[in-house]
């Protein structure tokens, strides 16, 4: 029996499959034609059309801030990714293992297991996106010793307290790799009057960006529209600015790392003493975040392996287990 494991994450979408490992990744980004309705381009090629469309397509994030901002467009994602996979491999209907967003809705969970069985799933299972994130990062989240997983992808960053293969408790807030892009802009705008496009303000925290003088990196050079007159512009940005322009988003990341633990059972918070912190998911990679963590809290932090596929090789992980991790998901058939 074939079995798939999928990401589905308001960034990036990672699929596994049985046996083979990881094997496609994604940003999740659809292009829609809005006179047809109908799929114009899914993935990297639709992430170069963001910001740069003709009014009839329309490029678009369809989960963009931690939730299904766009179903339909999220189901057409879906679909496609999903057929790419289980079309070249000549499986019979596989069974599939989904880590949606926190946020979801009930209803919106049911959802997407509905859109998953239509494109021909023998059946689905939804798994939690800290359970998977923190299996991935090697995390015993079947024992009976408490962990903690700070997951920071682009839409949510999840702060969860895992023990005995569940969540104990956890934070969900949206600020995370979204709201620091956001605040890049916003910093620039009102520094230099200048409007960069989100693709601009991505690549800046991720070429430039850190949380600590001691990792900075220089200046890059970014393009963009003057505010006063109209004209194109180009500024030169330096890391320290990055910095400053992230830091509010920063604390309250922090902050709520420090208020979960606050909150954390006592019998808990002294395994999570002695094990450390894990930070997943893209923001993981800031540099010197792990260390900023470590030094408020206390507690020894690490970045995981691989943050980014974090939660596929965690899913992965739960697949490829027959039976010894069984307990994390519960599939629906048809
Ligand atoms: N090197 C990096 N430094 C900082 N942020 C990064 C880096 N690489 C990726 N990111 C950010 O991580 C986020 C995507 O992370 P991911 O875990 O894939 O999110 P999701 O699970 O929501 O799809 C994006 O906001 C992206 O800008
Ligand atoms: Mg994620």
């Known amino acids: 029996m074939k079995s798939i494991g999928i990401d589905l ?44 469309t003709p009014g009839s397509i329309s490029a678009l994030r369809p989960l963009k801030n931690g939730v299904i901002a766009e179903f339909d467009a999220t189901a057409a994602m879906h679909r496609h990714f999903f057929k790419k996979v289980s079309g070249n491999t000549l499986m019979s209907r596989p069974k599939v293992i989904i880590c949606i ?12 297991e509905d859109v998953t069985l239509e494109a021909g799933a023998q059946s689905v299972a939804l798994i939690e996106e800290p359970v998977a994130a923190a299996i991935g990062s090697g995390l015993r989240v079947e024992d009976a010793r408490g962990s903690m997983i700070v997951d920071i992808g682009g839409g949510t960053t999840e702060v969860a307290v895992l023990s005995l293969g569940g969540i104990v408790l956890s934070t969900s807030l949206r ?25 601009t303000a991505e690549a800046l925290k991720k070429r430039i960006g850190s949380v600590h003088p001691s990792f900075d990196k220089g200046t890059m050079e970014v393009r963009g529209r003057n505010l006063m007159n109209g004209l194109p512009a180009i500024i030169n940005v330096t890391s320290a600015e990055i910095r400053e322009s992230m830091a509010d988003e920063i604390r309250s990341i922090i902050e709520s790392i420090r208020v979960t633990l606050e909150n954390t059972p006592p019998e808990l918070s002294s395994d999570i003493y002695d094990s450390g912190i894990v930070l997943s998911g893209g923001g993981a990679l800031l540099p010197g975040l792990d260390l900023l963590v470590s030094r408020i809290t206390g507690i020894r932090t ?23 991790l069984s307990g994390v998901v519960n599939f629906r058939g048809r």
């Open 101 to 112: 967003p926190y946020g979801v809705t009930e209803v919106e969970k049911r959802a997407v």
């Open 9 to 52: 994450g308001t960034a990036n979408t990672i699929v596994y499959l049985k046996g083979r490992g990881i094997v496609l990744r994604e940003p999740s980004v659809v292009a829609i034609d809005q006179r047809g309705r109908h799929v114009v381009a899914v993935g990297s090629e639709a992430k170069l059309m963001l910001g740069k």
């Open 175 to 199: 600020t995370a790799g979204d709201e620091l892009d956001e605040a890049i802009s916003s910093y620039i705008k009102r520094k230099y009057n200048v409007l960069i496009g989100d693709v």
């Open 302 to 324: 690490v970045v995981a392996k691989n943050p980014l596929d974090c939660v596929a090789i965690g899913i992965g992980r739960v697949i490829e287990s027959v039976g010894e």
